[in-house]
């Protein structure tokens, strides 16, 4: 799936429950690399994510919005 495949050399991963689904939360990479991910999902679908530069994460970060539906021409 496109919403993890990017996130390599996890540090730790927790999930926590939420009260329409889960977040999952990933640390990983080392030094100028390390990462902080967030995934949020609700129900059966992946809502959202989010990954944010460890050493700089008000500057350095990216937010994907996933949506379940067609593109309007």
């Known amino acids: ?3 993890y495949t990017d996130l390599s050399n996890v540090n730790s991963m927790i999930i926590v429950p939420t009260k329409t689904g889960l977040v999952v939360k990933i640390d990983g990479g080392d030094a100028s690399t390390a990462y902080n991910g967030q995934i ?6 992946i809502v959202s994510r989010a990954v944010r530069d460890a050493e700089i994460p008000d500057e350095n970060w990216e937010k994907t919005t996933y949506h379940d539906g067609t593109f309007d021409d």
């Open 1 to 3: 799936m496109s919403c």
């Open 40 to 45: 949020v999902v609700k129900g059966k679908d």
